[in-house]
T-cell receptor, first 116, second 113 residues
């Protein structure tokens, strides 16, 4: 089946530093990827829609200057948390949508970010 | 606006028994897709089942089946012969073709030995 690779699985960083999370679609070309944030025991909160070759579309309330998304190729999208603060600590999950409309999303394994 | 509602924050089921998780949604579209995802403690999102709205037949995957009621906008998941490995968060999700996917708030399923 389709596989989405997300890296790193976990990361600890200091306040004020930036962290980059990569999401790769290994089996298909993903023109669209989604980035989610998940708080403990809660649902997935869509942060932004990443479109290959164009600017990401951010959901209301998500700071685009803080959460930089780049979708430079059909198989790679990156999320950079800039100037991280402890409140950015969370679980971040990416997903890739196959080309065929209505296909199920394929998810990465997620990244647990801890900002100290 | 499209919404997905899971009214059961938590459910419990005895091992080998059957449990049904509920999901309702709101949409004005006639063609759309519905999914159930499972998120075990590992937090990996796993597709359980997919239903196409234009198909009247309920989708089935081994012990998992759905009761899709289009007019009522209801999409419940039935798990038969529950196993300890079924313990997880279950999310119902909706999409229209190339639109973004909308997830419900989830139902935590506990399986009792």
């Amino acid at each position: 089946g389709a596989v989405v690779s997300q890296h790193p699985s976990w990361v600890i960083c200091k306040s004020g530093t930036s962290v980059k999370i990569e999401c790769r679609s290994l089996d298909f070309q993903a023109t669209t990827m989604f980035w989610y944030r998940q708080f403990p025991k809660q649902s997935l909160m869509l942060m932004a829609t990443s479109n290959e070759g164009s600017k990401a579309t951010y959901e209301q309330g998500v700071e685009k200057d803080k959460f930089l998304i780049n979708h430079a190729s059909l198989t790679l999208s990156t999320l950079t948390v800039t100037s991280a603060h402890p409140e950015d600590s969370s679980f971040y999950i990416c997903s890739a949508r196959p080309p065929r409309g209505g296909s199920p999303l394929h998810f990465g394994n997620g990244t647990r970010l801890t900002v100290t | 606006a499209q919404t997905v509602t899971q009214s059961q924050p938590e459910m419990s089921v005895q091992e080998a028994e059957t449990v049904t998780l509920s999901c309702t949604y709101d949409t004005s579209e006639s063609d759309y897709y519905l999914f159930w995802y499972k998120q075990p403690p590992s937090r990996q999102m796993i597709l359980v089942i997919r239903q196409e709205a234009y198909k009247q037949q309920n989708a089935t995957e081994n012990r998992f089946s759905v009761n899709f009621q289009k007019a009522a906008k209801s999409f419940s998941l039935k798990i038969s012969d529950s196993q300890l490995g079924d313990a997880a968060m279950y999310f119902c999700a909706y999409t229209v073709g190339t639109y973004k996917y909308i997830f419900g708030t989830g139902t935590r399923l506990k399986v009792l030995a």
